[in-house]
């Protein structure tokens, strides 16, 4: 059961240290992901890899050279997380504040869309809209983004891997399906206990990563 990678604009892969998740996800994956930036004020850098069909794999983890965020936590549950793994994934969408009226009207609240930016090292700023509710149901409910017309991070990122599956478990599967439905988006569910797993083809052989 899997999710091809159309509507999938990226899949969020949260850890402690940075450097730390970029190496071992080299050693598992045979691709090397690279630095991406900073993102201000949120307390939070991130470095990528290419997944083919415009999606990509965000491995985001606490910045060092940030001071802790101003009142509230860093995104992806950064401030308690203990080891590496998939928080969650975000769905390529536009016309955000009319998606979010409409997934409140059928009973799912994303969160109100925010404007956001990062610069990347080679000094090209990127702009985005996403929502604010994050991911939700355990990381099964994505969030939206639209890169509107700034350069998708994809496009830029090392190249090898290529995401062929995408799908959740959640022992209440159907309640988030409801959720999922609410958003316009899809992704198989399954029960069991709560968690997100993507299925990859690397250089090293297929790969999941939960």
Not at 13 to 19: F, G, T
Not at 154 to 170: D, E, K, T
Request: with cysteine; proline share 9%; net charge negative.
């Amino acid at each position: 059961m899997a999710l091809e990678s159309g509507p999938v604009d990226h899949v969020v892969y949260a850890a402690p240290d940075l450097e730390a998740a970029v190496g071992d996800l080299e050693l598992r994956l045979g691709v090397r992901a690279a630095y991406g930036g900073s993102h201000p004020g949120a307390g939070s850098h991130n470095a990528l890899l290419d997944l083919g069909a415009g999606a990509y794999l965000e491995i985001i983890a606490p910045d060092p050279g940030q001071p802790e965020p101003v009142g509230r936590a860093r995104p992806f549950g950064l401030d308690d997380l203990a080891a590496a793994r998939l928080v969650g994934w975000a769905a390529k969408a536009s016309d955000l504040p009319g998606r979010v009226a409409a997934a409140q009207a059928a009973g799912y609240d994303p969160g109100e869309a925010r404007a956001m930016r990062r610069r990347r090292p080679d000094g090209v700023e990127l702009a985005w809209m996403l929502t604010t509710g994050g991911p939700g149901a355990g990381g099964l409910a994505p969030f939206l983004i639209d890169w509107g017309a700034t350069p998708h991070p994809a496009a830029s990122a090392p190249q090898g891997c290529r995401l062929v599956g995408l799908w959740g478990r959640h022992p209440q599967a159907e309640a988030v399906r409801a959720s999922l439905a609410a958003l316009g988006v899809e992704l198989p569910v399954e029960a069991g206990a709560v968690g997100l797993v993507a299925r990859l083809d690397t250089p090293n052989g297929v790969v999941e990563l939960t």
